[in-house]
């Protein structure tokens, strides 16, 4: 892919799965279950999320999702985030449990993005966020047409660090009073990940695979 003539959403939509996870575009219809997994983690989320106004009810909605919904499809369109449904597909439905998307894309000579997820409390430590963050990255770097992915954590998240550090993340910055998190500016610690260190692993959910199997 040339650095000054790429598609404009390189390698999106698409579907992206492994094992009993799947991330998906979002749909309308996901209103009912997004406000559902949203307002039933109000407690587990709301202390690692952007100051918003309003209530958690009221920004959590399925009234509310139709804006983030359309928000995300435009900025998919635009080629500067690739959003997720994060979803674990059961016997007879794909159930929405988290979130993942890789935004703020920039290209050209930078070709880097961000990523952010969450997930559903009563599905978190069975390795969803994990796989669903090396199926992105992966994505990312191949047919997304990236070279250099960022996640930035507040360092008292320790279930979130935990998930990047497993993954070989590289620590490599603290930003002070970073973001406005929960009422507050919050410091976060920056971790980032090239499309050469993981390249020789044959990718990131194959070194994620190895992690799972050699703590077995």
């Not at 909605?61 to 928000?71: I, T």
């Not at 930003?175 to 499309?195: C, F």
Request: include cysteine.
């Amino acid at each position: 892919m040339s650095l000054f003539g790429p598609a404009r959403s390189p390698g999106w939509p698409v579907e992206l799965a492994d094992g009993p996870v799947l991330l998906r575009p979002y749909r309308r219809s996901d209103a009912g279950a997004w406000s559902e997994v949203r307002r039933a983690n109000q407690a587990w989320l709301a202390p690692w999320e952007a100051s918003l106004p309003g209530g958690w009810d009221e920004l959590n909605s399925p009234a509310a999702f139709r804006w983030v919904h359309r928000d995300q499809r435009r900025s998919a369109r635009e080629g500067e985030g690739m959003p997720f449904a994060v979803c674990l597909r059961e016997a007879d439905r794909d159930r929405l449990v988290g979130h993942i998307n890789v935004g703020s894309i920039v290209r050209r000579a930078l070709c880097s993005g961000y990523v952010g997820y969450w997930v559903d409390a009563r599905v978190a430590g069975r390795g969803v966020i994990p796989t669903a963050l090396a199926l992105a990255v992966d994505h990312a770097f191949g047919p997304g047409g990236l070279h250099r992915v960022e996640v930035n954590i507040r360092p008292e998240n320790r279930p979130s660090r935990r998930v990047v550090e497993k993954l070989g993340f590289r620590e490599e910055s603290y930003h002070v009073r970073y973001m406005h998190i929960d009422g507050a500016w919050r410091d976060h610690i920056g971790y980032a990940m090239t499309s050469e260190e993981i390249a020789a692993e044959g990718g990131l959910l194959a070194r994620w695979h190895r992690v799972r199997a050699n703590a077995r």
